[in-house]
């Protein structure tokens, strides 16, 4: 069992940076891929970047590319998604997201395709 706690969202203005945490609970998260997405009211869930198991492959949706980088410290179980120059439109509860593939070098981007979920963190994000 994994489970995944997130950390390090709160209010910000427009322009400014946060830097989000995912912390597993197990030691074998760091052998599966991760992501982040996010989910703002009336929304559907929507993916913002993967990351493979090591690191070596990362993939950020068109609208956060650029601004958002995700990273990941398998020695610490941790994974991050450091944001910048946030917009209102980032507003949103952020989750991160794990893929039972052991040692995948790939990302994954649908909601789907994930198996543990964290509660979310939210974000916000004023004009």
């Known amino acids: 069992q994994v489970q995944l706690v997130e950390s390090g969202g709160g209010l910000v203005q427009a322009g400014g940076s946060l830097r989000l945490s995912c912390a597993a609970s197990?030691?074998?998260?760091?052998?599966?891929?991760m992501g982040w997405f996010r989910q703002a009211p009336g929304k559907e869930r929507e993916f913002v970047s993967g990351i493979s198991w090591n690191g070596g492959s990362t993939y950020s949706t068109d609208s956060v590319k650029g601004r958002f980088t995700i990273s990941r410290d398998n020695a610490k179980n941790m994974v991050y998604l450091q944001m910048n120059s946030l917009k209102p439109e980032d507003t949103a509860v952020y989750y991160c997201?794990?893929?039972?593939?052991?040692?995948?070098?790939?990302?994954?981007?649908?909601?789907?395709?994930?198996?543990?979920w964290g509660q979310g963190t939210q974000v916000t994000v004023s004009s």
């Open positions: 997201a794990a893929k039972i593939a052991r040692y995948s070098g790939e990302y994954y981007y649908e909601v789907s395709d994930y198996h543990y």
């Open positions: 197990n030691p074998t998260f760091s052998t599966y891929p």
